[in-house]
């Protein structure tokens, strides 16, 4: 009996320490269950992931324009070396301003066929080659302008030289002048941080009405204009088009030039780069039936010169980044713009005098940098007052620098 008894005790002590043992596995069971099921970093960091990833998909384009790049006399002139030419100490004041940019529009207004056709300025350009040179090299210069008046001042064989210069340079892309009617059929396309570009120009006019209608791309032909932006338009991202075009010394968009603006921003185009009016007009942001935007630069003025009126040596850099979303939607920022002074100095005496050559220390500056140049000018003027000049003329839909 006695065995029986101690035999029941040790079944019975038995069977609670397994009791205490599956109470315990169930509660670690669960503790481990509820531990694995705790919100942890690991879904902020996929989180993370789908951004970067998103963000990886989104590409940028940060793009300069400067207007024109006038070779005259003086600019030669003060370029001149014992042995040749430098064109790009002009800019060595404001290329830092836009050194981050990946693509810099510039129009070249005139030939650079070299000694061959007779380095001359105005009224009928050629400047040497060097100069389309110094201006990809100093200025950065890489989506080229040549559809301007002054393209065919020396005829079809110097234009042709002036497009060998170029070809020879690689610059990303260069559109307005022809060789034959095959070439100005085609649109140039170039292709930057992963965002295609289609890139067209055309002037207004040309000063030699005997070149080939081919030469040079002429806006009055609205088929032309028409195939060849709607061919852009169905093979690139972004559609960049040079408009050489308005009136002369006027800050006043004409009504061609409104009107012009109008039908490109209908057939899509997403940017317009103005230059011709050698003086500064406003900005406008066309809103598009497809739902776009159209920014429209009306003239950024001259950039190198050496014209007589003050307005004609305000310029500056536009800037904006042309940016394609993973759902390849296209989206320009907000613009901003740079001014630029190009100073020159002559004496009262040699302007009465109308000594054009006279003039010495030709450089571009940044406005905002400019003061001391402004006092050694005829101009009687200051950096506030032009500043607020750019600031009138552009209109809100610019930031000024």
């Known amino acids: 009996m006695k065995i029986a008894k101690h035999s029941k005790k040790r079944l019975w002590i038995v069977a609670v320490v397994i009791l205490l043992l599956a109470i315990s596995a169930g509660a670690t069971t669960w503790y481990l269950a509820s531990y694995n099921n705790k919100p942890t970093n690991s879904t902020k960091t996929t989180t993370q992931d789908k951004q970067t990833?998103?963000?990886?998909?989104?590409?940028?384009i940060h793009m300069a324009a400067m207007g024109d790049m006038l070779a005259h006399d003086t600019i030669i002139a003060n370029a001149t070396t014992e042995t040749s030419y430098n064109f790009k100490h002009y800019f060595n004041n404001i290329r830092s301003s836009y050194s981050n940019a990946d693509v810099v529009f510039c129009n070249q207004e005139g030939l650079s066929a070299g000694e061959q056709y007779g380095i001359s300025g105005y009224p009928s350009f050629n400047a040497p080659k060097q100069f389309s040179a110094d201006l990809q090299s100093g200025a950065g210069c890489n989506l080229i302008n040549l559809a301007n008046n002054h393209m065919g001042d020396k005829g079809v064989a110097?234009?042709?030289?002036?497009l060998d210069v170029w070809d020879g340079l690689k610059p990303l892309a260069v559109s307005g002048a022809n060789?034959?009617?095959?070439?100005?059929?085609?649109?140039?396309?170039v292709t930057v941080n992963g965002i295609k570009i289609g890139f067209l120009s055309f002037a207004d006019f040309s000063n030699n009405q005997a070149t080939p209608d081919y030469s040079v791309n002429i806006?009055?032909?609205?088929?032309?204009v028409r195939r060849l932006v709607t061919a852009a338009r169905a093979n690139s991202d972004v559609v960049i088009v040079s408009m050489h075009w308005g009136v002369e010394d006027s800050n006043t968009v004409s009504a061609d030039q409104q009107n012009e603006a109008d039908l490109l921003s209908s057939l899509g185009v997403d940017v317009i780069i103005g230059t011709g009016p050698h003086v500064l007009q406003r900005v406008q942001i066309i809103a598009r039936a497809d739902g776009g935007k159209t920014v429209v630069w009306y003239s950024l003025g001259?950039?190198?010169s050496s014209q007589l009126n003050i307005n004609e040596l305000i310029g500056g850099i536009a800037q904006f980044d042309i940016?394609?979303?993973a759902n390849n939607q296209i989206n320009i920022s907000t613009p901003t713009f740079t001014p630029t002074y190009m100073h020159y100095e002559w004496t009262a005496?040699?302007?009465?005098?109308?000594?054009?050559?006279a003039r010495k220390n030709a450089m571009i500056y940044l406005l905002s940098s400019a003061a001391d140049p402004l006092s050694r000018s005829l101009f009687n003027t200051t950096v506030d007052k032009q500043?607020?000049?750019v600031i009138d003329t552009l209109g809100p839909e610019v930031t000024i620098k």
């Open 53 to 60: 990833t998103a963000t990886d998909q989104t590409k940028t």
């Open 158 to 162: 110097a234009t042709n030289t002036t």
């Open 179 to 189: 060789r034959n009617a095959t070439d100005q059929e085609k649109v140039s396309y």
């Open 219 to 224: 806006y009055h032909d609205e088929q032309l």
């Open 302 to 304: 001259n950039m190198l």
């Open 323 to 325: 940016t394609k979303t």
């Open 349 to 357: 005496s040699q302007a009465t005098n109308n000594n054009l050559l």
């Open 387 to 389: 500043k607020q000049y």
